[in-house]
């Protein structure tokens, strides 16, 4: 393999190896691309194991400096164990090993100090089973992966709590019933069965939010359009928050007719409804204004407004992530993750802002679609 520059570096042996500023090949350069310019680290080494390519990357991540690699053996400018203490090198030997190896799959080996990394390895041969001309080794931050794995833990942690505390009221009512039943009055027993009730409704919700969540993050979440009438929609939601006890003042439905043919998911419009005007009821204060009006490029929009304090300026980027909470006021923290994720499933837009009345305020769109029988 032939390295783009004429300089040179001493091997670990005394002599004089080809180099390079710090790394380039022909193979990238008739791509127009540096290895630099990669956003990983690459390290390349030629037929007798010596490093050839360590490109910024592999500086950063390894903190070796490139002219202290380059002409080194790679065992030593890239001395990685595996996580038993095991020298990786001598465990997989590319030069010496299997000669239908052509490399090793991506895996988690220590550095130096315990760092972990992320490591893949390509044997290149010059034919099948010959012997090795080449070396290319990919090590990446092992950070990014971290906070998924974070991030998945948070999750089931707080999926985990939300769900104890209706499991181990409907688990209490129902043996409490079963040991005792001609103990209580038909009264007793309703109002213990509605407690049940509600708790099983609890976990249902909570574990549809878990699916929402997987289908979201995998791409996979469908949306089955259907003629939706969006005014009787919220209307309906408005009257279940009065059922529940809020007062039928603390609600202002304002719609600006004419409004387009609406062909979205019922279901899934009624989540996003069901959240936003949750978090305003629950979070805000004062009256709860739904408009509903036709956007621009003939979409339909719906802002949900509240005069409470609003949302500070500094977590406005946040509001849609996953376990942000408003207010120390319950929840899971998804709802608004989910109505992101579900509005962008069906092509809209949803933003949030400050009200005129000081409040939040969330605004989405959707656009006019083709109908879902006409797409399957």
Known sequence: MSVVGTSSSRGAQGRSVP?????????????????????????????????????????????????????????????????EGRRWWQLTDPYGGLATRV???????????????????????????????????????TEAR???????????????????SPLTSVKGFTATLLAKWERFT??????????????????????????????????????RRQPVDIAAAVSRH????????????RFLLRVTQPLPDLWADPDKVDQILSNLLENAVRHGEGTVTIDIERAEHLGTSVTVSDEGPGIPEESMNRVFTRFWRGSKRGGTGLGLYIVKGIVEAHGGTITVGRAPGGGAEFRFTLPV??????TS
């Open 19 to 83: 180099a390079a500023p710090r790394c380039g090949t022909d193979d990238l350069a008739g791509l127009g691309v540096h290895p630099d310019d990669l956003p990983d680290g690459l390290v390349v080494a030629d037929e007798s194991g010596r490093v050839v390519c360590f490109n910024r990357a592999a500086e950063r991540i390894t903190a070796v400096p490139a002219p202290r690699a380059l002409g080194a053996p790679l065992e030593r400018a890239l001395p990685l164990e595996d996580l």
């Open 103 to 141: 490399g090793q799959p991506e895996r988690n080996l220590l550095l130096p100090g315990g760092r972990e990394v992320l490591v893949t390895a390509r044997y290149v041969r010059s034919r099948p089973t010959g012997p090795v001309r080449r070396v290319v080794v990919q090590i990446r931050d």
């Open 146 to 164: 971290r906070r998924t794995e974070r991030s998945h833990a948070e999750l089931i942690a707080t999926v985990a709590h939300e769900l104890r």
């Open 186 to 223: 038909d009264e007793q027993k309703r109002l213990m069965l509605e407690t049940v009730d509600a708790d099983a409704n609890r976990v249902t919700r909570l574990i549809t939010e878990l699916l929402d969540i997987s289908r979201i993050d995998s791409g996979r979440l469908e949306v």
């Open 238 to 249: 408005i009257q279940a928050h009065v059922a529940a006890g809020q007062s039928a003042d």
């Open 369 to 374: 679609a083709t109908p879902a029988y006409l």
